[in-house]
């Protein structure tokens, strides 16, 4: 009974490969463009503090 069901589960991890795979492509797409808003938003806090601390700095 147990050859049985291995036998027939053999089938499945070459069609679960396939979204397997498929997920994890999403997933790191998911994940670049995450960190990309991420590092932009970093970035757009970090000029805009800068900013801030040059006009005090003109200002003092």
């Keep these: ?4 069901k291995m036998a027939k ?3 499945v991890p070459k069609i ?3 979204f397997i795979k498929k ?3 999403r ?7 995450l960190f ?3 590092g932009g938003i970093f ?6 503090i800068q900013k801030e601390t040059n ?3 003109i200002i003092n």
């Design 1 to 4: 009974m147990k050859y049985n």
């Design 9 to 11: 589960d053999t089938t």
């Design 16 to 18: 679960n490969s396939v």
């Design 23 to 25: 997920r994890r492509e």
């Design 27 to 33: 997933n790191f797409l998911v994940l670049v463009v």
């Design 36 to 38: 990309a808003l991420v």
């Design 43 to 48: 970035a757009s806090s970090f000029t805009h």
């Design 55 to 57: 006009k005090i700095s």
